[in-house]
């Protein structure tokens, strides 16, 4: 039943052939078997099988939402009433949200059962979860090699069957990049498509919600839920909510998929290029045709990027302060060196790190040259999008330029870590939704992701791109070894 | 030397809406501390800002008020410091591009009319406060301010002393108000003003070095600020020292300025557009939607009260101190069709007489324009004399009811008949036959002696142009 998709298990609970709270315990037991994945930073099984319990009741009565009954597991950066939320940060580790986010509510009213909050780089910040206060994450893949990050509690935690699915979060490729390294279907949708209330911000201009599933299907169905236009988050769009279940099937035939020639250059990892390059192949059998496009900006991404992000960070991690909330020193002699000795107690290395850069990088007589240029420079990443769309549908490539690397191996090296988000960044520089989906494995067995870049809220066609590669391979289907 | 004084004003004014600025809590004043604080206010983990379009809408009925160019797109940004009334970190500010830019305002200026520029007026949000009374050692914060919207008001440095600086603001005082924008209520902070100071000699173009006063609440304090820091900066420069660019606050129990931090400790505030909010934009039917709410302003109905009721100046510029006044006014005239010039009179002085006196508005007169018209009707047609619609006015500001239940009541109507005055009048000669006889042999002082003695009988009831007509020629030889 663990290996069941989110489609089947709703099919399998509107059959009463399991129930929510049977399923919920299933799930919450293999958390605490694989615990040693340290995939969640908290679990609550007592308030899960409460949720569990009501939703069979509903079932019960037939008035069950689409995900009655779905244990999910949730990014530790999204507030849910009365669950601890910690964002992967000490600053925050007696902090228990007093109110929901507003896709936690809406997953509540379909139904769906909270397993528990999963674990994240810090403040989102990183690229293999080792910056969480609460432990790295190990890969299911791989104990040895990290998940990827931000989001590596909710790719450890499907990837090993410890929930159906998860929320992620995706601010320069936390979604995609540990979809990618953890053999799942990721979703980022289009800035402004989900809602961020509630979601603790990152970098307000780039952070979007989305699902990390096992197949495009159960994206979808997630997504219906997630995706909508929320009065109390004036970033998100006001623009219909197709049923992205319904397009799932369309014919991709004479699909125009351009390559970025940028893509495919040095830094791409000679195994990862040839399950690309397969993946693409396999798409020219379904009846696409591939274009060449060019990105002649994209390698000014991740400068631009470490400028805004830790910009837009520095001044949204100041409400951190000790003063209402939170984690606050012990010892201090007024309230300077309260405010100093909390955050420097209450922050790790990488989140100081940021805010220190996005602290100079606004400061006056700094900020023509750092701030303003990168906003300069992130419209025409925005504007080479623009300008490749004109001749092709979609653009794929890899998601990351390597596989799963070494637990350790880059957590020294802050710009080698940058560069493992090099593809994914200037999708979210751009507002572009983006996909990663399983294509294929490398010579160790570890998972290698596809990017799919769609246009402005064109998460549909994504969605439909990514469903009929799957109706056709199996790489999605496999199960890491020791978690069968 | 001669020195002249440059003064710029920034003023920020509450905007009286009914939620904060980005949430949807009250801002109602003086709640226990913390009730009208949500998670959007406190700042908690994720929560979002979403603008209250009201407030655009109050400080779009500013700009248009004051002649000033309407952005039709301002950007919100964020001032970022820490402070522990500050919840997020940052204040959400205008900073580049302000909603409302380049307006004017005439003030009076030793009796001649000046005006003095607006740079800005820019939406922002109030901090929460901090509460320093002893906590248990330690300080509380009250987060029900935080977030109510303030509209920030920049002078040019266009005010040359200290009685322009308050002849500045409150006429801006007083505009807010009409407006129906801000309550106007500076003890609880709603209109507070700081000051940039410089001197300069006299004749010199270049701007002197300035100082920034703080905390100054209230007309007075504002006056005797920036005067002190007049003489503070001119003994440095005379004694051979220089100002520096400092903020100073303002100690009103002292009566003196004290430096709060130089120039090199200035805050660097790190400005940069606010991602959580699309720039404001304002379309051209929404402008002309709050021009349209519009009504005629202070100055222009101030012209026109000198213009169709040919008052002078100041009576007309006191009838126009409020919106309240003037519809006070306006109403007495039309109901009494009293000569606007009595009417005005009547109550710029004495029924303001009893408004300063009880420390009361207009609004709260006891004595209704109803009942001032009706007092005026009395005066018109000699039912009382001005003396005694004095005291009737006195009456009715003690609650004894409308001019004519106080006249009626008081039996204070005037005497006309001029059988009975002439009886009064008999009966005043008969008994002062030896002040007849020196009057008659010339000395006419006494004719105010007779006109007393009928008053006094009389009670002042006695309509005083018959009882001078009638002692004339009664005294006569």
Not at chain 1, 154 to 167: D, E, F, K, N
Not at chain 1, 251 to 256: E, S, T
Not at chain 1, 463 to 478: D, G, P
Request: net charge neutral; aromatic share 8%; hydrophobic share 40%.
């Amino acid at each position: 039943m663990f290996d069941k998709t989110v489609v089947e298990l709703a099919r399998a609970l509107s059959r009463r052939e399991i129930s929510s709270v049977e399923l919920t315990r299933l799930f919450l037991e293999r958390i605490n078997k694989y615990r040693d994945l340290n995939a969640f930073i908290t679990v609550d099984p007592e308030r899960s099988l409460a949720q569990a319990k009501a939703a069979d009741d509903r079932i019960g009565k037939g008035e069950a939402g689409v995900l009655a009954g779905i244990p999910l597991a949730q990014k530790d950066i999204f507030c849910a009433d009365g669950w601890r939320t910690t964002c992967g940060s000490k600053i925050l580790s007696n902090f228990v949200a007093p109110y929901d986010a507003t896709i936690i509510k809406k997953f509540n009213r379909a139904g769906a059962v909270c397993l528990g909050k999963t674990n994240m780089d810090e403040f989102a910040m990183g690229s293999s979860n080792e910056t969480s206060y609460y432990g790295g994450v190990k890969n299911p893949w791989d104990t040895a090699t990290v998940p990827g990050g931000s989001s590596g509690g909710s790719a450890a935690a499907v990837a090993a069957r410890l929930s159906p699915a998860a929320t992620g979060t995706d601010t320069g490729g936390s979604i995609r990049q540990p979809s990618a390294l953890t053999n799942l279907t990721g979703l980022k949708p289009s800035y402004g498509r989900v809602s961020r209330f509630g979601m603790i911000a990152f970098a307000s201009s780039l952070d979007q919600g989305g699902p990390m599933c096992r197949t495009a299907e159960d994206a979808a169905l997630l997504l219906n839920v997630m995706a909508g236009f929320d009065a109390r988050d004036s970033t998100s769009v006001e623009a219909p909510v197709p049923d992205y279940t319904q397009s799932l099937d369309g014919d991709i035939k004479g699909l125009r998929i351009g390559l970025p020639k940028e893509y495919f250059g040095e830094g791409l990892n000679s195994e990862v290029a040839k399950v690309i390059e397969t993946a693409i192949t396999e798409y020219k059998k379904l009846g696409a045709q591939v274009v060449e496009v060019s990105l002649p900006n994209s390698q000014l991404a991740i400068p631009c990027y470490y400028v805004l992000a830790p910009a837009e960070a520095s001044s949204n991690l100041s409400r951190f302060d000790g003063v209402r909330y939170g984690y606050r020193a012990k010892d201090y002699s007024d309230l300077l060196d309260m405010y100093c000795k909390t955050r420097a107690e209450g922050f790790g290395a990488e989140v100081k790190r940021r805010i220190m850069i996005g602290t100079y990088a606004l400061s006056a007589g700094y900020y023509d040259a750092y701030y303003l240029k990168a906003q300069k420079l992130r419209r025409l990443i925005a504007e080479d999008f623009h300008k490749a769309f004109e001749s092709c549908d979609v653009i794929m490539g890899p998601t990351s330029p390597t596989t799963a690397f070494k637990i350790g191996e880059k957590s020294d090296d802050p710009v080698a870590m940058y560069l493992s988000d090099i593809y994914t960044i200037s999708v979210n520089l751009a507002g572009l939704p983006g996909m990663s989906i399983p294509a294929g494995f490398d010579a160790k067995g570890l998972p290698v992701g596809l990017q799919l870049i769609g246009t402005y809220f064109d998460e549909a066609r994504l969605l439909n791109i990514a469903h009929r590669y799957q109706q056709v391979t199996e790489w999605h289907r496999r199960i890491p070894k020791g978690f069968e | 030397m001669d020195w002249e004084t440059v003064i710029g004003l920034e003023v920020h004014t509450q905007l009286l809406t009914r939620s904060k600025a980005f949430s949807g809590a009250s801002t109602k004043y003086g709640a226990e501390p913390n009730t009208q604080a949500c998670a959007v206010d406190i700042a908690l983990p994720g929560v979002l800002p979403v603008f209250n379009q009201e407030a655009a809408r109050m400080a779009v009925k500013f700009g248009l008020a004051i002649g000033a160019q309407i952005n039709h797109r301002s950007v919100f940004a964020r001032k970022n410091y820490f402070y522990p009334d500050l919840p997020k970190g940052y204040q959400i500010s205008q900073y580049e591009l302000p909603i409302v830019s380049q307006g004017r305002l005439t003030i009076d200026a030793d009796g001649a009319e000046k005006v003095i520029g607006i740079t800005r007026a820019h939406l922002e949000e109030d901090a929460g406060k901090s509460l320093h009374e002893d906590f248990r050692g330690m300080t509380g914060i009250d987060l029900n301010r935080a977030g109510t919207p303030l509209l920030e008001i920049v002078s040019e440095p266009d005010l040359r002393s200290s009685k322009e600086a308050v002849a500045y603001l409150k006429k801006l005082h007083q505009l807010v108000v009409w407006l129906g924008i801000c309550d106007g209520n500076m003890q609880e902070g709603s209109f507070r003003c700081d000051a940039n100071v410089s001197i300069r000699p006299k004749g010199q173009a270049k701007f002197g070095t300035r100082a920034e006063l703080k905390n100054i609440n209230s007309f007075r304090f504002v006056e005797k600020a920036i005067e002190y820091e007049i003489e503070r900066q001119i003994d440095l420069l005379e004694g051979g020292g220089t100002v520096v660019q400092e903020t100073r606050l303002y100690d009103s129990d002292q009566d003196v300025t004290r430096s709060m931090r130089s120039k090199e400790e200035a805050m660097d505030y790190r400005y940069f557009p606010d991602p959580d909010l699309p720039p404001l934009v304002l379309d051209d039917a929404l402008i002309e939607g709050v021009r349209a709410t519009l009504t005629e302003l202070p100055d222009a109905k101030r012209v026109r009260f000198m213009r169709e009721y040919s008052l002078n100046r100041y009576d007309a510029g006191v009838l126009t101190s409020s919106r309240e006044m003037a519809d006070y006014f306006e109403k007495v005239v039309s109901e009494s069709r009293a000569e606007p010039k009595i009417a005005a009179n009547w109550i710029a002085v004495e029924l303001s007489g009893f408004l300063n006196r009880d420390n009361k508005d207009i609004t709260h007169s006891p004595v209704t324009a109803t009942m001032m018209a009706g007092l005026l009707k009395r005066l018109a047609d000699n039912t009382v004399s001005g003396k005694i619609a004095k005291d009737v006015l006195a009456a009715m500001w003690g609650g004894e009811g409308d001019a004519d239940t106080v006249i009626d009541k008081r039996g204070l109507k005037q005497i006309t008949d001029t059988g009975a005055i002439d009886k009064v009048i008999d009966d005043i000669i008969a008994k002062n036959s030896k002040q007849l006889e020196q009057y008659r042999a010339g000395k006419e002082a006494l004719f105010g002696y007779f006109v007393g003695q009928v008053m006094k009988a009389t009670q002042g009831k006695a309509n005083p142009a018959q009882v001078n007509e009638l002692l004339r020629k009664k005294l006569s030889p």
